[in-house]
């Protein structure tokens, strides 16, 4: 099965996107609901399984990397995939207004907000201006994944979503009621795949 629309629980939309990235990864892409008929057809509103937090890097296409189409995600994009409060507000929406089953934060490798992170803990020069809020917003994964041994993009992947789920309430009370899933995951630039860095289904 390839269409999102189909699955029924988060773990199973989880499940689909995986095997939608994989088809991505190994060039065997399946290309579903691009077709004209099903840009007609949601004219009339949208119903995504999922809502991903990414980064705006250009590197980084999301519906195509899971190998999905039209209507299936509702992305919000940032510069590091840095989450503020129209971020949540988004999430939230998503949630209560549209009953996506997963929320998903994806970080990635090589993202330039990140590496921007890493330089200036290191060098202790804080950049001016707003990119500040990168430092701000990443230097918690830098020290992180210092201390377990692992890149920083996968502390953040999992720092990112710890935070959704702290912080939403929408999402809180899905992953009680276990009708949303929350994931955190590195996309590989190197390799084309997503690999994932925490899961929470509520049990």
């Known amino acids: 099965m390839t269409d ?19 088809r991505f990864a190994t060039g065997n892409t399946a290309d579903p609901r691009r077709d004209p008929a099903t840009r007609q057809q949601l004219t009339s509103g949208q119903n995504p399984a999922v809502v ?6 250009s590197r980084v296409p999301i519906e195509l990397l899971f190998d999905a ?15 503020d409060s129209a971020v949540s507000a988004s999430v939230e929406f998503a949630v209560d207004g549209l009953g996506v089953d997963l929320v998903l934060f994806l970080a990635h490798e090589k993202c ?10 290191s060098s202790g020069d804080i950049p001016p201006g707003l990119t500040r809020v990168f430092v701000e917003k990443i230097s918690p994964a830098v020290a992180e994944a210092k201390t377990r041994g692992e890149q920083v993009e996968q502390a953040h992947a999992r720092n990112g979503a710890e935070h959704l789920v702290a912080r939403i309430p929408s999402v809180i009370s899905g992953l009680t009621h276990k009708t949303v899933g929350v994931v955190g995951a590195r996309y590989r630039l190197s390799d084309g795949r997503v690999e994932t860095t925490y899961e929470n289904f509520g049990d």
Do not use: H, Y
Not at 4 to 22: D, F, I, M, S, Y
Not at 52 to 57: E, F
Not at 70 to 79: L, Q
């Open 52 to 57: 991903v937090v990414g980064c705006s890097d």
């Open 112 to 121: 330039g907000a990140v590496g921007a992170a890493v330089e200036a803990l």
């Open 4 to 22: 999102l629309q189909a699955a029924t629980t988060p773990r199973e939309v989880w499940e689909l996107l995986k095997a939608g990235n994989e």
């Open 69 to 83: 189409g039209f209507g299936d995600i509702f992305v919000i994009r940032t510069a590091g995939g840095c989450v």
